[in-house]
């Protein structure tokens, strides 16, 4: 079973960036979908951002559309989240899901696949 951990979360100024990084062992498959996902405390879990390793394909939220980027690497079993003019919604638990579902990749509510523990980020003003 694939095994995911996320990193490079912290506490940035409104209008900063972050790069998150999802390290994926013990490697990418070439028909993955990987997501990233938050959690803000009295907030639904949301769908962020994802990318099918297969083509690569990306897929965005409307509340980050423009701002984020979702990239993999394959050679560095490496999936990030740019995280550019943060704003203070994007506070939350950043969490990295992977699985042969095309489910993730449509950024739904399904919880199945892999998860890893989270990075937190906090946007202040």
């Known amino acids: 079973q694939v095994q995911l951990a996320e990193s490079g979360g912290g506490s940035v100024q409104e209008g900063m960036s972050l790069r998150l990084s999802c390290a994926v062992s013990?490697?990418?498959?070439?028909?993955?979908?990987i997501g990233w996902y938050r959690q803000s405390p009295g907030k639904q879990r949301e769908g962020v951002a994802a990318v099918y390793t297969g083509y690569p394909n990306t897929y965005y939220a409307d509340s980050v559309k423009g701002r984020f980027t979702v990239s993999e690497d394959k050679a560095k079993n490496t999936v990030w989240l740019q995280m550019n003019s943060l704003q203070l919604d994007d506070t939350g638990m950043y969490y990295c899901?992977?699985?042969?579902?095309?489910?993730?990749?449509?950024?739904?509510?399904?919880?199945?696949?892999?998860w890893g523990h989270g990075t937190q980020v906090t946007v202040f003003s």
């Open positions: 013990p490697h990418i498959s070439p028909t993955y979908c």
């Open positions: 899901g992977a699985a042969l579902d095309a489910r993730i990749c449509a950024l739904s509510d399904w919880t199945g696949g892999s």
